[in-house]
Structure formats: structure tokens, C-alpha cells
């Protein structure tokens, strides 16, 4: 007897898997102080090690996309668990510079690969309008797991524990996922009309897919850029970052989990050129806030990025269907090659403004607050560009329909 599809199990391992990612995303933000310290590292060589976790998960995306098509989401979503697993692992047991930047590649290919497993499954599963409603529930764990993350990493900072046990506990979402998926049949790619590689491709070529791609460099580095540097960047602002990073991810986790009716009302590029405002706002007023005004310029900020990330994939999904896993998987990668570039960048940025900062007299704690400032001021142009393209992207799409796919696979089971 065929084994049925478990549409509610393999959504909810889905979400254990993102869980796992974001917690290693916020424990590094939170670890990143220490790291440095007990490795002897600058802000600059920090951001090398932040990149390799961003660089690992493209490169997981490239190769994972186009082999949904040839060996479906089960071997790639083992692929992420193992080298989830061997990442955490070894970062445990990271000695210096070049191990960590080892350990960090591994988690971040893991990370692209739980994602080039589960955001064209969660598409094949699900159909139309539902299929971007779907993948904001799915992409709202990256933040709810922030939230876990940072007051994990809070609490354990606290209370004297070492990074070491801050990235151990990791473990727990993992295991859940691996137990989740065990056993477990996945659905087959709903790909329409031969869909195939080629045809993915075909599609990537075109003139909207390419402009999305660049919009997505900027997406991503808007909304990854202050979150990765938290710390560093407005540890002396008066108020405590993990606690900010907590906050503004939290609001993005309930914002989207209700993100459906939003979408229905505005439709993707609405809600994407709304995005852009309030994250231009948002970044220029943390950029300029102390005590509690650093909280309130928070939310702003979540509001703005809340939906970046999510409704880009699903537009892809929606409007450039023909590009399929694939193409799903290349906006994904790009998101994280573009933050996998820039880090480095901001961390010297952050050098840079700290040495301005005493070149001018100042000292101590208001170098540093002058130096995340002036650093968070650089990073607003980001979300300013993409206020004008998202504006065209609005004009140019007003009158298009999306596209939606039939699949009877799952017309007769429950969900």
C-alpha cells in the first residue's frame, strides 16, 4: 500500500528545519562579541566568518534547486540534516580563524539546503493564493526561531555559559526536524508542461526574473545587514541588542503568520513596495535613537522587512512559475550571496567609522555608538533603492494575474 502524504508533518518539519536555521543565525549574532574576543578577532575578520555562513547557504541553493527536479525534497532534506549536524558540530570544537570559518560554511550550506528542500515542496503542496499565505507561515519560523535564539543566547550570557553551549543547543530543533521527516513520504514536483531544468532556465532569463534577482541583493542585505550586526553595531545605544533582535523578529513572526489577508488586499508588489518605506524608515531612525527610542525605531524596522524575504519567493512562484525549484532557489541564493558579500564590507565600515569616531576626540562607549550609527547610516541606501524599483515593479505588474497550478495530488487528502 502507497504510503499517503503527510501534508501537516512534512509542513511542520519544514518549519523545525527554519527553526534550526535561525537559531544559528541569532546565537551568531549573540556569540559574535565573544568570538572575537576569545579568537583575537577584528570586526573585519568577523565578517569573514559571517560570510561563510551566508556563502554556504547559496551555494547550497545552486546545487540543491536543480536537483528538486531529478531527486525531490527527501535526499535534499537529509543533505541539510547531516551537514546541519556536522556544522554545529565542529563550531563547538572550532580552535581559531580557519576553523570557524569551516564550521560556519558547513551551517550555512545547511541552511540553504533545508530551504532548497522545503520552500518548492511547501509550493508543490499547496496551490494559488495559499501558496504565498503558505511559505509566509513557513518563513515566519526564521524569525520566531530569531526570537528563540536571541533570549536563549541572552539568558545563557547571562548566567556565565559559554558560546560553546549556546550553539549546543541547537541540537534540540535539529533532532526534531530529522525525527519529523523520518519515515516520512514526500510529495513529487507538481512541474507543469515538461517542466525541466532547461525550462527553469528559460525562464530565469527573462527580463522580470533578472530584475527580481537584483531586487532580492538588496532585500536580503536590507533586512540581514543590522540583524547579523546587531550586537556590534548598537551594543552601546542604551538598549540591550539581543533583546531588540528579539523584538523586531518576533513582530516579523506574527506578522507573517497573517500575512494572507495583507497579500489579498495589496497583492505582492504592494506589499513589497510598502516594505521597502518602512525599512528605509526604520534603519535611518535606529541609525539616530538611544534608550527606548532604539526599541520603538525597531519595530519600525520590522515592519519594513517583515515581508521581504517570503513575498519574493512567492512571487516567483506566482508570476514566473515556469522557473520552478530552480529559479526559487536562485532568488534564495542570491538573497544570501548578497549579505554573504557584504559582511565583511560592514564590519569594515565599522572599522572605519570607529577610527573617524577617535579621530575626532570621542572615546569608549560613545566611539563605539557613533561608529554603529554612522555604519547603520550606510546601510539605509539599501531599502532606499529598492523604494523606487518596487514602485516601478508595482506600475509594471498592476494589471498581471498569477498563475495557478492544479494539483490533484492532494484534492483528496487532508491537510
Known amino acids: 500500500m502507497i504510503q499517503s502524504i503527510n501534508r501537516t508533518r512534512l509542513f511542520n518539519a519544514s518549519c523545525f528545519g527554519l527553526i534550526t536555521t535561525a537559531m544559528i543565525f541569532a546565537i551568531r549574532a549573540g556569540i559574535l562579541n565573544q ?24 551555494i547550497a541553493m545552486i546545487i540543491g534547486g536543480p536537483l528538486y527536479n531529478i531527486i525531490g525534497p527527501k535526499k535534499i532534506a537529509w543533505v541539510a540534516f547531516f551537514t546541519h549536524l556536522l556544522g554545529i558540530v565542529l563550531t563547538i570544537f572550532a580552535d581559531g580563524f580557519w ?41 515566519m519560523w526564521f524569525p520566531g526561531g530569531i526570537v528563540i535564539g536571541s533570549l536563549v543566547s ?51 532569463l527573462s527580463p522580470l526574473y533578472i530584475f527580481m534577482l537584483i531586487c532580492m541583493a538588496l532585500t536580503a542585505i536590507s533586512e540581514f545587514g543590522p540583524e547579523q550586526w546587531i550586537g556590534p553595531i548598537l551594543g552601546k545605544a542604551g538598549a540591550s541588542p539581543m533583546l531588540i533582535l528579539a523584538l523586531v523578529t518576533g513582530l516579523m513572526a506574527v506578522g507573517r503568520y497573517f500575512a494572507g489577508p495583507l497579500v489579498h488586499s495589496l497583492n505582492p508588489t504592494g506589499v513589497l513596495w510598502g516594505s521597502a518605506v518602512f525599512a528605509t524608515i526604520g534603519i535611518v531612525l535606529m541609525s539616530q535613537a538611544t534608550g527606548p527610542m532604539v526599541y520603538i525605531s525597531a519595530v519600525v524596522f520590522a515592519i519594513g522587512v517583515c515581508y521581504f524575504w517570503p513575498t519574493m519567493i512567492g512571487f516567483v512562484a506566482e508570476y514566473i512559475p515556469k522557473a520552478g525549484a530552480f529559479g526559487m532557489s536562485i532568488i534564495g541564493g542570491m538573497g544570501m550571496f548578497s549579505t554573504s558579500i557584504f559582511q565583511p564590507i560592514i564590519g569594515g565600515w565599522l572599522d572605519n567609522e570607529k577610527a573617524n569616531a577617535a579621530a575626532r576626540g570621542l572615546t569608549g562607549d560613545a566611539a563605539d555608538l557613533a561608529a554603529g550609527q554612522a555604519t547603520l547610516d550606510n546601510m539605509a541606501l539599501f531599502p532606499a533603492i529598492l523604494i523606487v524599483a518596487f514602485g516601478a515593479l508595482w506600475f509594471f505588474m498592476r494589471n498581471k494575474k498569477p498563475h495557478h497550478h492544479t494539483d490533484e495530488t492532494f484534492a483528496a487528502q487532508k491537510s
Open 99 to 139: 576553523s570557524l570559518l569551516l564550521s560556519t560554511f558547513l551551517v550555512g550550506f545547511g541552511n540553504g539546503t533545508i530551504e532548497a528542500a522545503c520552500n518548492p515542496m511547501i509550493a508543490d503542496m499547496y496551490d494559488g493564493n495559499v501558496t504565498t499565505k503558505m511559505l509566509n507561515r513557513f518563513h
Open 35 to 58: 568570538l572575537g574576543t576569545e579568537f583575537a578577532l577584528n570586526s573585519k575578520e568577523l565578517g569573514y566568518v559571517n560570510q561563510m555562513a551566508f556563502l554556504g547557504f547559496p
Open 154 to 204: 541572552e539568558f545563557m550570557t547571562k548566567a556565565n555559559l559559554g558560546w560553546q553551549f549556546q550553539m549546543g543547543i541547537i541540537l534540540i530543533p535539529l533532532f526534531i526536524y530529522g525525527i519529523l521527516f523520518l519515515g516520512q513520504q514526500f510529495p513529487e514536483s507538481t512541474a507543469e508542461e515538461g517542466q525541466s531544468n532547461a525550462t527553469n532556465i528559460k525562464a530565469m
